[in-house]
Structure formats: structure tokens, C-alpha cells
Nanobody, 126 residues
Framework: QVQLVESGGGSVQAGGSLRLSCTASGYTYSRRCMGWFRQAPGREREVVAGIVSGTSFTYYADSVKGRFTISQDNAKNTVYLQMNSLKPEDTAMYYC???????????????????WGQGTQVTVSS
């Protein structure tokens, strides 16, 4: 059974930083896309960043480029999202997601991801 467990959310002031972690278990981690999505109240779930394990592929939404960094620790089956220069509009529930088949890129549509974590709340105050 595949499980994705997120941690690291919290409340910060604008300009602050947080690091989210997502650890996968029961999952073939190699050459798989793992992504971070977020969903604010009343809004659709949107992609934030993605990474293909064991490769150099990364993807960032335009709204977070230059501020967020996605990385991986293959030995720990863990993906991280370092979020710097946080803005109030970054406030949302953040979800880790994984694609169930080998990939060379990460899709941006949430319906193309097979597994999801429970989410971790990020709140940025002005």
C-alpha cells in the first residue's frame, strides 16, 4: 500500500520560509514523478512543483519560480519543498502527490497523479 506522508507546514509571516517534506512508502520511487500541489479555499488544486526521482527534471509553477525549490533524497524516498520569500497568496493546503508509472517529466494536471498525501497547511500572514 502506497503512503505519502507530508510534514513541515505551519504559520509564518510574509517573507519567511518553510520546508515541506514528503516521504513515500510502499512505492517504487525510482524514475517516478513526485509533485507538490496546493489548494486554497474556494480555488482549484494547482501544481506548485514537480521532480522526477533519479533525474535532473524539475518543474515550477510561474508563481513560485525563484522562491521555491524542490529536491529529493533518494535514500530516504523523500521529496522536499523549500519555500522562501513566502507571500500571503501562498496560503493553502499543500499536498504531495506521486505518479504510479515511470516518467521523464511531471504532469501539471492533478488527475494524472495516482497517490496523494493527507496535506499540510501553510499559512502566511502579512
Amino acid at each position: 500500500q502506497v503512503q505519502l506522508v507530508e510534514s513541515g507546514g505551519g504559520s509564518v509571516q510574509a517573507g519567511g520560509s518553510l520546508r515541506l517534506s514528503c516521504t513515500a512508502s510502499g512505492y517504487t520511487y525510482s524514475r517516478r514523478c513526485m509533485g507538490w500541489f496546493r489548494q486554497a479555499p474556494g480555488r482549484e488544486r494547482e501544481v506548485v512543483a514537480g521532480i522526477v526521482s533519479g533525474t535532473s527534471f524539475t518543474y515550477y509553477a510561474d508563481s513560485v519560480k525563484g522562491r521555491f525549490t524542490i529536491s529529493q533524497d533518494n535514500a530516504k524516498n523523500t521529496v522536499y519543498l523549500q519555500m522562501n520569500s513566502l507571500k500571503p497568496e501562498d496560503t493553502a493546503m499543500y499536498y504531495c502527490a506521486a505518479v504510479g508509472v515511470a516518467a521523464t517529466f511531471c504532469p501539471t494536471r492533478p488527475d494524472l497523479y495516482n497517490y496523494w498525501g493527507q496535506g499540510t497547511q501553510v499559512t502566511v500572514s502579512s
